[in-house]
């Protein structure tokens, strides 16, 4: 769960007033954009998860210059881990909130049936969105212009953020340095696979010369991730019901991390009672007996070294070993 201030990024070196407060998994990454003057106030690009949130704004008033303000918070994309830190930021700041449109009339009337949290087992604090953060359109921040451009794929609605005097891209989770986020769409049996392929083919054509992840440390080898992503996206198209094995690990992962302690038992007992694993299981694994695929998948999750078990009382212990 470290964070790094902005200046510096190993290999590659970030633009001049941009911020990076590079998260994990829990909590998506937090870009901080400058203002060119501290009058400006500055533009918070993400929000991380919402039990990080007092984290996530704690890290950002350490990152904002002397006399700079927040002025606004955007949103790549709503998923709980980029917009769960929004409500506390928001309020603390008294700064408006755009999103993509996509989701903008679920979001403000927070239509918890059409948003992914309660689907995911997963938390976000209600906050209200003041605009939208709309594709083709140009955010000017820091003497830099920020083009939107439309990401689908991993969510229908992202948006990614590219600033070509620059040549820096806000990937979310559309590139990662190794891979991209699960394509959510697929899970409900939505086709998906070649929008990321479109999206990948969208960045590529931007010719960025550094990304700043969703998740992960910003990266300059552009033409490796795209490949690996690629090869990646090949292998789900080939075998889409790995790719709902991955998706099904990956947010039993995600959310180990955030109780970071379970029962086996209670494990088990959020994943059939969680409505995207049931409704995974149903679509591609119909055959099997819903609890023993559950065990199998923490099984494999204990064998990758994602969980560590042990037994107390008679009960096995469950906790995350990689964050
Ligand atoms: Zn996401």
């Given at each position: 769960?470290?964070?790094s201030?902005?200046?510096?990024?190993?290999?590659?070196?970030?633009?001049?007033?941009?911020?990076?407060?590079?998260?994990?998994w829990?909590?998506?990454?937090n870009?901080?954009?400058?203002g060119a003057?501290p009058?400006?106030?500055?533009?918070?690009?993400d929000?991380?998860?919402?039990?990080?949130?007092?984290q996530?704004?704690?890290?950002?008033?350490?990152?904002?210059?002397?006399?700079?303000?927040?002025?606004?918070?955007?949103?790549?994309?709503?998923?709980?881990?980029?917009?769960?830190?929004?409500?506390l930021?928001?309020?603390r700041?008294g700064?408006?909130?755009?999103?993509?449109?996509?989701?903008?009339?679920?979001i403000?009337t927070?239509?918890e049936?059409?948003?992914?949290?309660r689907?995911?087992?997963?938390?976000?604090?209600?906050?209200?969105?003041?605009?939208?953060?709309?594709?083709g359109?140009?955010?000017?921040?820091g003497?830099?212009?920020w083009?939107?451009h439309?990401?689908?794929?991993?969510?229908?609605?992202?948006?990614?953020?590219y600033?070509?005097?620059?040549?820096?891209l806000?990937?979310?989770d559309a590139?990662?340095e190794?891979?991209?986020?699960?394509?959510?769409?697929?899970?409900?049996?939505?086709?998906?696979?070649?929008?990321?392929?479109?999206?990948?083919?969208?960045?590529?054509?931007?010719?960025?010369?550094?990304i700043?992840?969703?998740h992960?440390?910003?990266?300059?080898?552009?033409?490796?991730?795209?490949g690996?992503?690629?090869?990646?996206?090949?292998?789900?198209r080939?075998?889409?019901?790995?790719?709902a094995v991955?998706?099904?690990?990956?947010?039993?992962?995600?959310?180990?991390?955030?109780?970071?302690?379970?029962?086996?038992?209670a494990?088990?007992?959020?994943?059939?009672s969680?409505?995207?694993?049931?409704?995974?299981?149903?679509?591609?694994f119909?055959?099997r007996?819903?609890?023993?695929?559950?065990?199998?998948l923490?099984?494999q999750?204990?064998?990758?070294k994602i969980?560590?078990a042990?037994?107390?009382?008679?009960?096995?212990?469950?906790q995350?070993?990689?964050?």
């Amino acid at each position: 769960m470290g964070a790094s201030r902005g200046d510096g990024c190993g290999a590659c070196v970030l633009p001049s007033g941009v911020s990076v407060l590079e998260r994990g998994w829990l909590s998506s990454n937090n870009v901080v954009l400058h203002g060119a003057s501290p009058e400006e106030g500055a533009v918070l690009v993400d929000t991380g998860y919402a039990s990080h949130a007092e984290q996530t704004l704690a890290l950002l008033d350490a990152s904002l210059l002397p006399a700079e303000s927040l002025r606004l918070i955007v949103n790549t994309h709503l998923h709980s881990d980029h917009c769960g830190g929004n409500a506390l930021i928001a309020q603390r700041h008294g700064c408006p909130i755009l999103i993509p449109p996509g989701e903008y009339a679920a979001i403000s009337t927070w239509d918890e049936e059409a948003l992914s949290y309660r689907s995911t087992g997963q938390r976000c604090d209600r906050f209200t969105p003041a605009g939208k953060l709309t594709p083709g359109q140009v955010l000017r921040q820091g003497g830099r212009d920020w083009h939107v451009h439309a990401a689908p794929g991993h969510d229908p609605h992202s948006v990614i953020l590219y600033e070509p005097s620059s040549g820096t891209l806000l990937s979310a989770d559309a590139l990662w340095e190794r891979g991209f986020g699960i394509v959510f769409p697929e899970l409900d049996g939505e086709d998906a696979f070649e929008e990321v392929a479109a999206t990948l083919d969208i960045i590529e054509r931007l010719k960025p010369e550094i990304i700043i992840p969703g998740h992960g440390a910003p990266f300059t080898d552009i033409a490796k991730a795209i490949g690996i992503a690629r090869e990646r996206l090949d292998y789900f198209r080939r075998e889409p019901h790995r790719h709902a094995v991955h998706a099904v690990k990956a947010l039993t992962a995600f959310h180990m991390l955030e109780v970071v302690h379970s029962t086996r038992d209670a494990l088990l007992a959020w994943l059939v009672s969680t409505p995207i694993f049931v409704s995974t299981w149903r679509r591609f694994f119909p055959d099997r007996d819903l609890l023993h695929w559950s065990n199998e998948l923490v099984d494999q999750l204990i064998a990758a070294k994602i969980l560590g078990a042990s037994s107390t009382n008679g009960s096995v212990m469950l906790q995350i070993s990689k964050a």
